[in-house]
């Protein structure tokens, strides 16, 4: 699949998706008129992307600095797929970027992956270079 970058909006995240070095990121903000319309596509391309035939580590940022509860609905989906992609065989690391202080965002953050269970969760500070546990 071709590599995939969306230019971040007054409203949604920059996306990008490079498929082949199983790298993916969401950056910016999130409050879409429509999350549904914006990321179901997105899904879509990673549920194809992680058939159970594709293996090899996969390494998915998230640095969201505000987003509305409808984007909190999709991000829950998002974790799923990764997580089934865990299940699958594939070695998951999702990475949670929040500033220090922002306790919110960390709470959300931890919240959505206390359902993940073979897909590996980590808080990165945005002013650290290394990701924190954050299971």
């Known amino acids: 699949m071709d590599p995939l970058r969306i230019a971040a909006t007054k409203n949604t995240p920059e996306v990008t998706f490079d498929f ?3 790298r993916f990121a969401l950056c910016g903000k999130s409050y879409p008129e429509d999350a549904r319309s914006f990321y179901d596509p997105l899904l879509e391309k990673l549920h194809r992307h992680f058939e159970p035939s594709n293996s090899g580590d996969v390494v998915f940022d998230i640095d969201l600095t505000v987003f509305d509860s409808s984007t909190t609905r999709v991000l829950a989906d998002l974790f799923e797929v990764l997580d089934v992609a865990g299940a699958r065989g594939m070695t998951v690391a ?5 500033g220090k202080g ?3 965002l960390k709470e959300k953050g931890v919240t959505l992956a206390e359902e993940m269970t073979f897909a590996n969760f980590t ?3 945005k002013e650290d270079s290394a990701p924190q546990d954050g299971a």
């Open 20 to 22: 082949a070095a199983n």
């Open 94 to 98: 999702l990475h949670w970027a929040c």
């Open 123 to 125: 808080l990165r500070r």
């Open 102 to 104: 922002d306790e919110d």
